[in-house]
């Protein structure tokens, strides 16, 4: 309504929200890698990697939540790793809120800082340790919180959490999505996914050969989350 209905003003939608991700790819990549000679010039390669990924450029032609929703995403995990815990809390809520399955991006933050906190690659943290983590730890899932007062509203408003108990979940499209080659040629091969994947799979298999690292240090690196 602030700007009128035209295809100018939903794609200047997509079209922000597709900057915003870049931009934090960008920066997220310079932190994790701490390098003044090769730091920039990752950080720009996987920028481009980004914007120019088929799949990531189809999204944003359309008005898809899933657009914003990543952006949210890495600025999430960027301003975790950095410890600004307040910019943490309003991205992180913003994801959240705008694609739930996104709470797993948090699970796993939270499960990094568990780890790295208790030193888990080595030994099992000692009862007091996780009793003193547990303000922590719900700090961090605040946005989760969040998401449950809003699935308790979106209740008493519509009669239903999440899914429309009337959608019928079980059809010809539950029946063919068991085909797990279908399954993997839509989401790998059609939208190009096996482009970034294959090229994560090789910066890790590097990492293991010429860094040597062990599946533990590996672990304890702060790419742990990214990937």
Known sequence: KLFGESLFVSHLHDLIFGILT???VYF???????????GKLSSVFAALLLVFTPVYLAQLGIIYVEVPATAFA??????????????YLIFSTLMILSKEITVFVIALLILQYLLLEFNCFRKLPKINQVISSLPKVLSLSIPVFILMVWFVYHYFSTGWFLIQPYYNLVGQDAVTFTNFQMVFSFF???????????????????IFIYKKYKLAEFLNLQTYPLI
Do not use: E, M
């Open 22 to 24: 870049a931009v934090y």
């Open 28 to 38: 997220l990549a310079k932190f994790l890698i701490n390098d003044q000679l090769t």
């Open 74 to 87: 890495v600025a999430t995990v960027y301003h975790f790793l950095k410890k600004q815990y307040l910019r």
């Open 188 to 206: 790998f091969i059609s939208q190009w996914r096996i482009i970034p994947t294959l090229v994560i799979l090789f910066f890790i298999g590097h």
